[in-house]
């Protein structure tokens, strides 16, 4: 009766069909198929929890999403856009920038703040556009995606070398088992310590850069929407 064993299958199409509880349908499904396996409670137990345990970066990654979504349909664009409003000399290019100091620090202790999904979209566009509508003239469809795209560079380029400045990650540990292969004997820190000026220089040359760019398209686009 190995079909049997698919019955857990069936009751998470039939639950979605009906509409009911997802997270109700999958533990049901989930301790059918445990029984109908053969399964003990103890056994299943530790099967669940492995499984959590091994995939906790997806579990904190869909967490960070829905918790997002959830503050952005509250009002956190808008809150975004109103304390925008209060500085004058502010423009897209320095937010843009001190974006890149915080993502670099926070990735030099191997923190993620979410990126472009849960950070750039709902708080550091919004702030942004804000500056860049503060005079009451609509953004250009042009300079908006210009600026989407400067905002996602800039968290790959600080969070690439951020990252990397933590020692315990599998790109330092790659790079010291590659040395002692070819007889470099290093320590982490040493790594961590020679890569601190490249990823300065990096996010510093982006920032610059960035900050150049939204200098320019500001005055291409002075007065708004065209």
């Not at 056994?43 to 669940?48: D, E, G, I, K, R």
């Not at 380029?157 to 790109?171: E, K, N, P, R």
């Not at 490249?198 to 002075?222: E, G, N, P, S, W």
Request: hydrophobic content about 55%.
């Amino acid at each position: 009766m190995e079909i049997l064993k698919l019955l857990g299958i069936l009751i998470v199409v039939v639950g979605f069909i009906l509409k009911l509880d997802s997270i109700l349908i999958i533990m049901v499904a989930a301790i059918v198929t445990a029984l109908v396996s053969g399964i003990d409670v103890v056994t299943f137990l530790q099967t669940l929890g492995s499984s959590f345990v091994s995939n906790r970066s997806m579990c904190t990654f869909i967490i960070v999403l829905v918790l997002t979504g959830t503050l952005e349909r509250n009002g956190l664009k808008q809150a975004a856009a109103d304390l925008m409003a209060k500085f004058k000399n502010a423009s897209a290019g320095l937010i843009i920038g001190i974006y890149g100091i915080i993502r670099l620090i926070f990735g030099a202790f191997n923190i993620s703040v979410g990126g472009a999904a849960s950070f750039i979209r709902p708080i550091v566009m919004p702030m942004a556009q804000a500056i860049v509508e503060k005079d009451g003239h609509p953004i250009a469809e042009e300079y908006l995606e210009q600026l989407k795209g400067m905002s996602s560079a800039m968290d790959n380029v600080a969070w690439f070398f951020g990252q990397v400045l933590f020692v315990g990650t599998s790109g330092m540990l790659l790079v010291l088992s590659t040395l002692a292969d070819l007889g470099y004997q290093v320590e982490l820190i040493d790594l961590a310590s020679v890569q601190i000026p490249v990823a300065l220089i990096a996010t510093a040359c982006a920032i610059v850069y960035y900050f150049l760019k939204d200098k320019k398209l500001a005055k291409k686009y002075a007065g708004g929407a065209k």
